[in-house]
């Protein structure tokens, strides 16, 4: 907004919002996080690790590394599956799902410390809105 109470023309609520999810996911750590995984793992169930490789955008390799480090730590389990060796799914455990209950929460605080508990209410309703109309 200018002093004089108009909008400038890049301050339109989409040019807001993705500059805004821009600063988060660089104060957030916004790369491919083993916390990515679990989230997604945590909300579309068991996965093929080929389509988690698709939905991130990674290369098999690196993928590969980050599913092991978090097979080592109990938090996800990889399965060779039995129609097709070839094919490996992913299961988040209990473990994984504690973490990333709590990972989420920690990293809630940290990005949005500049909001007090109504904001983060109100910006958790809208953004939810927005998704539901996205689909």
């Not at 109470?5 to 301050?11: I, K, P, V």
């Not at 083993?34 to 955008?57: A, H, V, Y």
């Not at 910006?123 to 809105?129: F, H, I, N, T």
Request: a negative charge.
């Amino acid at each position: 907004m200018t002093d004089n109470g108009t909008y400038r023309t890049d301050d339109t609520v989409s040019s807001l919002f993705f500059r805004t999810a821009r600063k988060l996911r660089q104060k957030g750590g916004g790369e491919c996080t083993q916390q990515e995984i679990l989230r997604i793992l945590r909300c579309r169930g068991d996965i093929p690790q080929k389509e988690l490789q698709d939905i991130l955008k990674i290369q098999a390799g690196s993928l590969s590394e980050l599913t092991a480090k978090l097979e080592e730590k109990g938090l996800i389990l990889r399965e060779r599956s039995e129609e097709d060796q070839r094919r490996v799914v992913l299961h988040i455990t209990p473990r994984g799902e504690e973490w990333i209950r709590e990972s989420a929460q920690a990293k809630d605080e940290h990005i949005f410390s500049a909001l007090d508990e109504e904001e983060r209410e109100q910006l958790r309703r809208l953004l939810a809105k927005i998704e539901g109309e996205a689909l």
